[in-house]
Each structure stands twice: as structure tokens, then as C-alpha cells.
């Protein structure tokens, strides 16, 4: 899958001007080192991604005024009833991430994979709670996440995700930028609503799944490591 096939046809079709396509296309490379750099300091693969071409805001309801940028998303999906991840990217945050923020983001969104595949291999997936706002949002999604410590061996990566994730993801700068050189321009926006961010996936969906059993032992390490780490934290 080429990762950005949705952005350079919504380029094609005037959607996206030829000044915000090129700095995209000059900066994804540190979208792409980033990945690398995941890999490499978590021993595990990193799931497909692609480059969505939009802006995404989220808000509690559809006649709330709160709302938040969504600069990154984690996606099951089922294909010709086959299980994939696919993790979301928005366009803003490569063309006015700093190179810090991008891979704390995607690192971000690489742990929410783990616990995704975690909840799959133990099939717990089937009655996630859903928050009624960004705030209990943010809360929740700190709360189930592995230790990003006990996943990436890697000092500097992880010193960008403690900075940028102390609870939930702010930068204020990244957003002045976003809004003043991607909303109000009137570049793509699509929104969404919380609960279509939550996983529902049927008993049958769940039973067809077939994960490596490696894959599975490796994730179950991680949990009880990071397990240990929080308690350590309690006490």
C-alpha cells in the first residue's frame, strides 16, 4: 500500500494546493524515520499507515463547541474477512509537526496497536466503554496503554513521548499552526464523533483472527512488564 495514495489524489482533484502537497512530500520522509526508528526500538513491526488528507476533528456530540484535533488514529478493519490495522495519519501533522511531535505520535499510536492486539488476543474487544467527552477520553486512553519505557529502547524517542503525552497529547503551537494554515484556508476537515473511535468487533470477526503466536508471547511480556512497572508506581 502506498502510504500516500489517498493524499496525491486529493491533490489530483484540487483538493490539496501544490504549496501544502510539496512541504508534505518533503517532510513525510520524517514520518518514515520515525516508523524505523519504532521498530527498531521495539523489535516489533510497525502496522500499515497511510496519510489521511484531511484535518480530523473530534467532538463529544454534534452540537458541542469542544472539540479536538485528532492527529493520528488507530483503525481495525476487517477485508475480505481478513484482520488489519491500519494506523491514520493526518496530512497537518506531517506538513507542520515538528520532527519530535511526529514520532511521539506515531509512537503514541503504536502502543494503542499493542493494546488493541492484546484485547484481540485475549477477546476483550467486544464491550468497550466509550467516554461522553474528550477529557474522560484522554483519561481513559492514558489509563490503558503499555509502558512506553517497557516498549522502546530508545532514550530520546521516549523523552519526545513524556514530553507530549504527560496526559494526552497538547501542542499549542502545532495547533496555532494547523488552524491558521489548514482550517482557515478551508483545506479538507472531516469529523467525527467519539464513539465512531471506539473498537466493536463481533464474536465471528474475533474468531477468524489468526495472530503469530510469537507475536502473541511477545505482546504478553510487554504487558507483564509494564504490569510490574505500574505497580512499582502505586507503591
Excluded: C
Excluded at 496519510?51 to 488514529?73: K, M, Q, T
Excluded at 507542520?96 to 514520532?103: A, C, E, F, P, R
Aim: proline share 5%; glycine share 4%; charged share 30%.
Amino acid at each position: 500500500m502506498d502510504p500516500l495514495v489517498r493524499f496525491r489524489d486529493a491533490h489530483s482533484k484540487g483538493l490539496i494546493p501544490n504549496d501544502v502537497y510539496d512541504l508534505t512530500l518533503k517532510r513525510f520522509p520524517i514520518a518514515v524515520a520515525g516508523i524505523d526508528r519504532i521498530e527498531k526500538a521495539s523489535g516489533i513491526q510497525y502496522p500499515v499507515a497511510y496519510v489521511e488528507p484531511s484535518l480530523v476533528l473530534s467532538s463529544s456530540d454534534s452540537n458541542s463547541y469542544e472539540y479536538g484535533i485528532l492527529f493520528a488514529r488507530t483503525i481495525p478493519v476487517m477485508f475480505e474477512e481478513k484482520f488489519q490495522v491500519v494506523i491514520q495519519v493526518s496530512a497537518p501533522l506531517i506538513t507542520y509537526g515538528l520532527k519530535g511531535t511526529i514520532h511521539a505520535i506515531l509512537a503514541h499510536e503504536f502502543l494503542h496497536f499493542l493494546e488493541l492486539m492484546r484485547k484481540i488476543s485475549k477477546m476483550e474487544l467486544l464491550s468497550d466503554e466509550i467516554s461522553g467527552n474528550l477529557f474522560e477520553n484522554v483519561y481513559s486512553d492514558e489509563t490503558r496503554l503499555f509502558e512506553p519505557k517497557v516498549v522502546f529502547k530508545d532514550r530520546m524517542l521516549l523523552n519526545h513521548i513524556t514530553k507530549k503525552f504527560p496526559a494526552g497529547f497538547r501542542d499549542y503551537k502545532l495547533e496555532d499552526k494547523v488552524i491558521k494554515f489548514w482550517a482557515d484556508r478551508n483545506l479538507p476537515k472531516s469529523n467525527i464523533s467519539l464513539d465512531t473511535n471506539n473498537v466493536k468487533l463481533s464474536v465471528e470477526s474475533l474468531s477468524k483472527i489468526k495472530l503469530d503466536p510469537k507475536f502473541i508471547l511477545k505482546i504478553k511480556q510487554l504487558e507483564e512488564k509494564s504490569l510490574k512497572t505500574h505497580k512499582k508506581k502505586l507503591y
